[in-house]
């Protein structure tokens, strides 16, 4: 995995960046509570900052106006550590929810189950912002890790929230939700819960790592899992199926890890007979896995630049298919946690 552009790569080792104040409009219908949440902002501690910020731009009784221009509290307290909100928290069956993240088609959803109730999970989509990470051909279009990553994770973010878990989405893009085109266009606006994303590579993912220590410190839950999703870049002559990497020193890892790759070969089997299913579990010294608190799986889905490969995530039926089978897989790993 890659960064897009040579420049990238120069300013990531060279280069020192002060970002600008945080600005956004407010989408219609939203009151200040949701337009903070929606951008990264605990209302709890923000409420307060934002309305001394935005004093003289707000309507009656602190309203927002619509098309004005608002500037968002700092994501720093004082001692420099982030602060992050959850997308959403546990929901009783039959519930209907809504998460804006997942776009005007799928923001609304109903809670189905509560088979995940008192498990809380961090999605984390690989590269974003000025990092698109691996670049693949297909039909003459250049596709972007990113962008593929993160429509797979709005997608197992919003099954798991269907089956009642608490789910922390901390890369985000409050313009992209879940997409059904083949292609999807790429930018630059993802953030890692409302901050920038920075340019160096450690810096960028020790952010990530950051924010999802702080929020498992303040979680209950037993059951833990966070999940960094990616897609791969080989040759182009090499096809791979899913493989997941866990850190050595933890052995929940490594149980999560395996039962991901058995729910893959179960479905293959069922779906595509003889097919066969060669994907591998190991370890890794990847920064995350070895930064961030809880249990954690590497899941990298494929090889962008294989044009086999790319029939597992360019159609949105596919994507959706690995997002359910995620879901299923942690289904498992949660049940035969409590034995």
Sequence with gaps: MRLCTLLIFIFSCFGVFVFPKETATPRQGEGVYRFLINNGRDPK?????????NKNKLGRNNTLIKGVLYTLPPLEIPDGESVATPSNSNADSGKKRKEPLFGKKYAEYTVNSSRLKGATFYLVSGHGGPDCGAIGIADGQEIHEDEYAYDIMLRLARNLMMEGATVHIIIQD???????DTFLKN?????????????????????????????????????????????DSRSTKQQMD???????????????ANTM???FREHYQNHQPGRGFTGTVSTRDLHVLANTQPVSLFAELGNIRNSFDQRRFLPSSNRQALANWICRGFITDYKNSKK
């Design 187 to 231: 930018n630059q606006k993802e953030t890692c819960m409302g901050r920038e994303i920075p340019l160096n590579q450690k810096k960028r993912l020790q952010q990530r790592c950051d924010v999802i220590n702080r929020l498992y410190n303040n979680t209950k839950d037993k059951y833990r899992r966070a999940i960094f999703i990616h897609l």
């Design 174 to 180: 409050r313009q992209d939700g879940i997409r059904d």
């Design 242 to 256: 899913v493989f997941f990497y866990h850190h050595e020193k933890s052995a929940a890892g490594k149980q999560l």
């Design 45 to 53: 501690i923000h409420y307060d900052e934002f309305i001394a910020l």
């Design 261 to 263: 790759r058995q729910t």
